[in-house]
């Protein structure tokens, strides 16, 4: 062996496998270099599959996104090409209603105008009807219990400022309610989800207009009203207290009329409330 090939094998020989390793950004054009799409890969074999899976995309139907400048008439069009259909009456919604309940028409289009106007396809808009039944269900559930509390404590609240001549009051309101065609006015919802016809004081309007009728006109002025001839707790105390009179029969044994009055002293206070 010469001197040459000697020096030749001892120089490949301390060459090292790292410094023969091909390093493939050495090889990008002048022109692209620096392109931060090449930051992304790592090797070689990275950039080969990002580009396969380019090529494959290419032809397939795509939706450009509008920029920050577009219309509303681009991202119509973006909507439109993902499902939007031509008109709200387009969407076919599937409404599921609890038992005994029906869907309300008018709000199911507002339903279907808002989800055209957001650009909503079918099946996104039934998402969203979906989910708001849930918790328009749910919200319900705990209303009707919260409505039923508040009604009861207006029918007590009547109830012991009426005490026994409770009925005949309702029986005078709801008289006076069919005399001015009411009935409709009671249906109005108010925002405590109760009914007109359940508020005491809309009660008490119409049972003080049905007692003006029969005081001013006569009891039998109110068509298919009739009472039970009980009183108010506070009406009872007032004729107690006149029975009950210094000098009155009901403490002097000996009066004519003394048995009576206490006999009426007794009926009356039964129309006073217990506590009293």
Do not use: C
């Not at 055209?116 to 328009?136: P, V």
């Not at 919260?146 to 309702?170: C, M, P, R, Y």
């Not at 207009?209 to 039998?220: A, L, P, Q, S």
């Amino acid at each position: 062996m010469n001197e040459e090939t000697q020096v030749a094998e001892s120089t490949l020989g301390s060459v090292t496998p790292s410094e023969t390793t091909f390093d493939w950004k050495n090889e990008i054009p002048e022109e692209v270099k620096g392109n931060k799409v090449f930051e992304n890969h790592k090797d070689l074999g990275s950039l080969l599959k990002s580009h396969a899976h380019q090529q494959a995309m290419i032809g397939a139907e795509k939706i450009p996104l509008p920029g920050t400048n577009a219309t509303e008439e681009h991202w119509n069009e973006v909507y439109t090409r993902l499902g939007k259909p031509a008109e709200a009456s387009g969407y076919q919604l599937d409404v599921q209603m609890p038992e005994g309940q029906t869907a309300d028409d008018g709000l199911l289009n507002w339903f279907r105008e808002t989800s055209h106007k957001a650009g909503l396809n079918n099946k996104q808009a039934q998402a969203m009807l979906n989910e708001y039944q849930k918790i328009s269900q749910s919200q319900t559930q705990v209303d009707t219990g919260k409505v039923e509390q508040i009604k009861n404590e207006g029918i007590e609240s009547l109830q012991k400022e009426w005490g026994a001549t409770f009925q005949d009051k309702i029986n005078v309101g709801n008289a006076t309610i069919g005399q001015f065609e009411a009935n409709d006015l009671t249906q109005l919802q108010l925002a405590d989800g109760r009914m007109l016809g359940d508020h005491p004081a809309f009660v008490k309007a119409f049972v003080g207009v049905g007692d003006f009728i029969k005081g001013k006109i006569g009891e039998d002025s109110l068509e298919g009203q009739k009472t039970s001839g009980a009183m108010s707790p506070d009406v009872a105390r007032a004729k107690l207290a006149e029975l009950k009179r210094q000098g009155g029969p009901f403490w002097n044994n000996k009066d004519p009329e003394h048995q009576w009055a206490v006999q009426e002293a007794l009926r009356l206070q039964e129309f006073i409330t217990p506590n009293e």
